[in-house]
Nanobody, 120 residues
Framework: QVQLVESGGGLVQAGGSLRLACAAS????????IGWYRQGPGKLRDLVAR???????NYADSVKGRFSISRDNAKNMVYLQMNSLKIEDTAVYYCNAVVVGTAGLVSNYWGQGTQVTVSS
């Protein structure tokens, strides 16, 4: 079992910055991929950025060059630095962890989400 708690959301003007944080607890050593998804009003939940246990990162095209994901394994934390925010970045941001357990069983865990609102 893995528990994820997000923080750092809020209201920011377009062009501004925010840093989201996700604290992981539980069986964190089994986390293979951890990252951020977002769900805007009336939209599906989409990948924003993720990082695997080897440090390889993936970003959605819409955030490349503006967002940066990082992880602190010692603190079981993952961060999403968001710069040059746009109105279309407004969404609930969710932390996600992919865990591979015994016998190769893959499980997904989600945080409760944190609201990011970008105003004009």
């Amino acid at each position: 079992q893995v528990q994820l708690v997000e923080s750092g959301g809020g209201l920011v003007q377009a062009g501004g910055s925010l840093r989201l944080a996700c604290a992981a607890s539980g069986s964190t050593a089994s986390i293979k991929i951890i990252g951020w998804y977002r769900q805007g009003p009336g939209k599906l939940r989409d990948l924003v950025a993720r990082i695997n246990s080897g440090g390889t990162t993936n970003y959605a095209d819409s955030v490349k060059g503006r967002f940066s994901i990082s992880r602190d394994n010692a603190k079981n934390m993952v961060y999403l630095q968001m710069n040059s925010l746009k109105i279309e970045d407004t969404a609930v941001y969710y932390c996600n962890a992919v865990v591979v357990g015994t016998a190769g069983l893959v499980s997904n865990y989600w945080g409760q989400g944190t609201q990011v609102t970008v105003s004009s």
